[in-house]
């Protein structure tokens, strides 16, 4: 059993619940301060939890007993705490998107190398049960070589449950940096690195009427495409077309589909840690769910658990990496570029394929 690693977070919201639970929960992790702009909200979830409110965020950062700050801030200030944290000497890990362009996330991966410290992001729903099954089905060519693959999100937005939905329609919000990481993250993992984008983007509103608490009633513009329509063409080939949208209702589309030379795999919604995998059946007429060789209880705080073994052992890439995550924002921008540009954008970054998970760790381990 390796040592634990002290954790502190940055940004006590409405997400920060599922870190403080998730990091309770992995035997590596061992979770040590709050703080927040409002320190109110860092002392009412540090009482919930157990653990020290630091007063300030600047204390949180010079706290010599934390060593890594998970930032779950909102999108805009995701670069700017990841930049303070490395240079109070921390690893970070921040929640999605890793940041609001790729210039900005190249700032953090300079800064982090020159200091040699780790830098990861959210999403880490792609070690869960159902990707990692996903995952495993196409190495073990279970589909043949994969040629092309579909992914959907499509529904009518936040501002219907979230208590303060207005940076979902702000540059950095929209559906693509908002659910984006999910869908291209598990790409990414399942086929590779992208080499090229294509896109369309437009908005269908000018404004959004809140319509939960406490904001109900107030009109907030958007300022950020909420309908993307795209292409992405993988290092390996494959190539995706990808449809993410804040402007229509929900339809019953697939989440993710995979085409390959032999068969078709549908993967589970990759904002979730699991769901059914199906393959089609040899006649081609059904499809069978796959029997899942991960844990299927892993929960956020994965990502966070999968970088503190990389702090101990430094050797040990991280798969939630800053690398995959700064390839990710750079293909998203990508879409809207290539939207006002008329034409595609080849990409700049790249990363490694985030190595497979063992398949029979249980739930609160991330390492063999
Ligand atoms: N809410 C969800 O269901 C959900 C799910 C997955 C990921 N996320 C991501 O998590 C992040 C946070 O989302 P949320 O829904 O918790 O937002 P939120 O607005 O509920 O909470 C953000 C918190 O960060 C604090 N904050 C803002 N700027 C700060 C700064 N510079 N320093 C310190 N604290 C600061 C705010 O005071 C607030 O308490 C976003 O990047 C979002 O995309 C949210």
Not at 173 to 189: E, I, K, Q, R, W
Not at 192 to 217: C, E, H, M, W, Y
Not at 338 to 352: I, M, N, P, Q
């Amino acid at each position: 059993m390796p040592r634990q690693v002290n954790v502190g977070i940055v940004g006590c919201g409405n997400i920060s619940d599922a870190y403080f639970i998730g990091s309770k929960k992995f035997d590596i992790l061992n979770l040590v301060a709050c703080a927040d702009l409002d320190p109110t909200r860092a002392q009412a979830k540090a009482a919930q939890y157990g653990i020290r409110a630091c007063a300030t965020v600047a204390d949180l950062l010079n706290d010599p007993e934390v060593e890594i700050v998970i930032n779950l801030t909102v999108p805009k200030a995701h670069a700017d705490v990841n930049i303070a944290a490395l240079n109070a000497g921390k690893h970070a890990y921040c929640e999605k998107p890793f940041a609001l362009n790729s210039a900005d996330g190249a700032a953090v991966l300079a800064l982090a190398k020159s200091k040699n410290l780790l830098v990861g992001s959210a999403p880490d729903t792609f070690l869960g049960s159902g990707i990692q099954t996903a995952r495993k089905a196409v190495d073990d060519g279970l589909i043949g070589r994969p040629v092309a693959a579909l992914g959907f999100m499509m529904c009518r937005g936040h501002e219907s449950w979230h208590p303060s939905p207005q940076f979902y329609y702000q540059k950095g919000g929209g559906p693509m940096f908002d659910m984006g990481p999910y869908y291209l993250t598990a790409f990414v993992n399942l086929l590779g690195p992208v080499k090229r984008v294509g896109g369309s983007t437009s908005s269908a509103f000018a404004d959004r009427l809140i319509t939960s608490q406490p904001f109900n009633g107030t009109r907030i513009p958007v300022e950020t495409p909420t309908h993307l329509t795209g292409t992405l063409d993988f290092v390996s080939g494959a190539t995706a077309t990808l449809v993410m949208s804040f402007d229509t209702w929900t339809y019953p589309l697939p989440n993710i589909v995979l085409f390959g030379t032999d068969s078709t795999l549908e993967v589970p919604d990759p904002n979730n840690f699991s769901g059914p995998v199906r393959l089609r059946s040899a006649d081609g007429k059904t499809f069978d769910e796959l029997p899942h060789a991960h844990a299927s209880d892993r929960s956020r705080g994965a990502g966070v658990a999968d970088m503190a073994y990389s702090v101990i052992r430094r050797a040990r890439p991280h798969r939630a990496s800053g690398e995959l995550a700064e390839h990710v924002v750079e293909i998203m921008e990508s879409f809207d570029q290539s939207s006002a540009t008329g034409r595609h954008v080849t990409l700049t970054t790249t990363c490694e394929r985030p190595a497979a998970l063992p398949a029979d760790l249980p739930s609160n381990v991330l390492d063999a």
